[in-house]
């Protein structure tokens, strides 16, 4: 019996030099699993409170407007835009576009910018409106 034939390793992570279009791939599956996760958690309690009644809700806004809950809720923002954003991006590649190496990091950074900046706009939108 011959021995086993040798397989072709793929290139082990060390050498593979980081960049955005990395970071955006890993955030894109962060920030799915995040939305499901807490995005879903949320969600269900602000549902739960509406069916209860006046004084859940406000136990629930009273909550959603403190320090932490405006934190939560943001990082939640900013958790949609970046997924939304980076599955566009991935909607292009599958199209066959977008895999020249310049072409993708710049799309990646754009990616990253224009998550944060459509979260900063919703959030002075949101809280210019509520003042």
């Not at 894109?28 to 499901?36: I, K, Q």
């Not at 809950?69 to 835009?81: C, D, K, M, R, S």
Request: proline content about 5%.
């Amino acid at each position: 019996m011959a021995g086993p034939h040798p397989r072709p390793l793929s290139p082990h992570l060390s050498i593979w030099r980081w960049g955005p279009h990395m970071l955006v791939s890993i955030l894109h599956r962060v920030t799915g699993s995040g939305l499901a996760v807490v995005g879903l958690g949320v969600l269900t309690w602000w549902l739960v409170a509406l069916a209860q009644g006046g004084e859940a809700y406000l136990r629930f806004s009273h909550a959603a407007g403190s320090p932490l809950g405006l934190i939560i809720l943001i990082g939640l923002t900013w958790a949609f835009f970046q997924h939304l954003l980076s599955g566009i991006r991935h909607l292009v590649m599958d199209s066959g576009a977008g895999f020249e190496l310049g072409v993708n990091k710049t799309f990646a950074v754009l990616t990253i910018i224009g998550a944060l900046v459509l979260t900063a706009l919703t959030w002075f939108y949101i809280l210019g409106v509520r003042a």
